[in-house]
């Protein structure tokens, strides 16, 4: 009997662990919580990145299936480099009163699907960052933070180093043609950096995929106001293939990508049957490097106007098996359920038929394997070529602090840095 309580309270502790992670992710607690949006306002969709003392805006918007209205809140909390809480107080780091009630919020119009639609900028009157750093904003119902709805994470800049970077073809010759190759360097003059070693780290993430990122800590060459980071067996990616896409922003007429459209109790959109690009030589496409955005081509307010689809996606991948999924931002470039594609022996294709809101979206086909890893060797291939964007952050914890500071950022684009 002592036994199996030994037995449940580690699960139950394991359990508990795991739940108190994922409040520090990228994360939707509600299933009818849908089509979560969260970017600095001088670019649609593009990372929640915020000056500190800058002016500058972050827009989170979320629809709730549920329809009616219903009182959500929010707080956010300071995190260090690796997303773990930080060991500062909260008066350390925020200015306000954290915990007010979102008040913008608007039901949707004319659509089959009901919903909600729920609108927050940040920073405003109850949330103003006052360190730079990483945070975490944590979304809950009827004012019980155990209630969490969604958690999003977001940066907050106070820039004091440079960065410069190139692409280069890789070192490992034998996939010269398939990966890229990111070295940078880092300018601090008007910083002392008495231990880069200890002092700096560094993440680079490929379209600001977590899955595929690396963490950068030691610099090849220290100089007097530079650090240079070219070793050759880092920050060196797989680029990929450019993302498909498929244009929903009606549900009258059929856009790129789409097959069909139908009408049942909602629509249903039934895209152009894919295949693996495994053969094909490198092609320059025009795409979002897997973003995606809300569009209603009938109207002129899509946030509250446009509707719902399924959207069914229909792979053949010949003769290979396995774990196949759509991918994307449209899936917060996680693997889920909702989007694995499930062997249909009818049509002898793998399908998916996830809900969607209307809009243009990327994507493409990945596999996994039994511990969930990732790759896109049976579906899409890789180049050299293929265009993407790089993201560098830049931590700096001085001796002495409790927390770190992200110092510098950089978005590039590889047709920019291609040498």
């Not at 030994?6 to 992670?21: E, N």
Request: glycine content about 6%; some cysteine; overall charge negative.
């Amino acid at each position: 009997m002592l036994k199996r309580l030994r037995i449940l309270l580690l699960f139950i502790l394991a359990a508990s662990s795991a739940r108190a992670q994922e409040a520090y992710e990228n994360k939707v607690f509600v299933p009818e919580i849908r089509t979560v949006q969260f970017y600095n306002t001088s670019e649609e969709q593009s990372l929640p990145v915020l000056e500190l003392n800058g002016g500058g805006q972050l827009l989170l918007s979320f629809d709730d299936l549920r329809g009616g209205f219903r009182n959500f809140y929010y707080t956010v909390e300071h995190c260090t480099a690796e997303w773990t809480p930080s060991a500062i107080p909260q008066i350390q780091y925020l200015k306000g009163f954290p915990g007010e009630r979102i008040r913008d919020y608007q039901s949707s119009f004319n659509t089959y699907q009901e919903y909600t639609n729920y609108r927050l900028e940040l920073p405003d009157f109850s949330v103003q960052p006052l360190v730079s750093g990483n945070y975490i904003l944590k979304i809950y119902e009827d004012n019980d933070p155990e209630k969490l709805v969604l958690t999003r994470r977001f940066y907050v800049l106070e820039r004091k180093v440079s960065l410069e970077a190139q692409m280069e073809r890789s070192s490992r010759v034998a996939e010269r043609e398939k990966r890229q190759k990111i070295n940078f360097s880092i300018f601090h003059p008007n910083l002392q950096i008495s231990n880069p070693f200890g002092e700096i780290k560094v993440y680079v993430s490929q379209n600001g995929r977590e899955d595929k990122a690396q963490w950068v800590t030691q610099p090849v060459y220290v100089k007097a106001s530079q650090l240079v980071y070219n070793a050759v067996d880092v920050t060196d990616f797989y680029g990929g293939n450019e993302f498909r896409r498929f244009d929903l922003r009606s549900l009258r007429f059929r856009g790129e990508g789409v097959a069909a459209i139908v009408h049942d109790d909602l629509f249903i959109a039934s895209l152009v049957e894919d295949e693996p690009r495994l053969s094909q030589a490198y092609s320059s496409l025009i795409d979002y490097n897997g973003r995606y955005f809300i569009r209603f081509q009938e109207g002129n307010s899509p946030d509250v106007e446009a509707d719902y689809a399924r959207v069914n996606f229909r792979f053949s991948p010949g003769a290979a098996s396995g774990n196949y999924y759509v991918f994307g931002e449209l899936t917060g470039w996680k693997l889920k359920d909702e989007f694995k594609l499930l062997y249909d022996p009818g049509s002898k294709t793998y399908q998916a038929s996830p809900l969607l809101k209307q809009g243009v979206y990327d994507y493409i086909y990945v596999h996994a394997d039994a511990s969930g890893k990732i790759d896109n060797f049976n579906t899409e291939s890789n180049h050299y070529e293929t265009e993407n964007d790089y993201y560098i952050f830049v931590y700096y914890r001085r001796s002495g602090s409790r927390y770190d500071e992200l110092i510098g950022f950089s978005m590039l684009n590889t047709t920019d840095i291609q040498r």
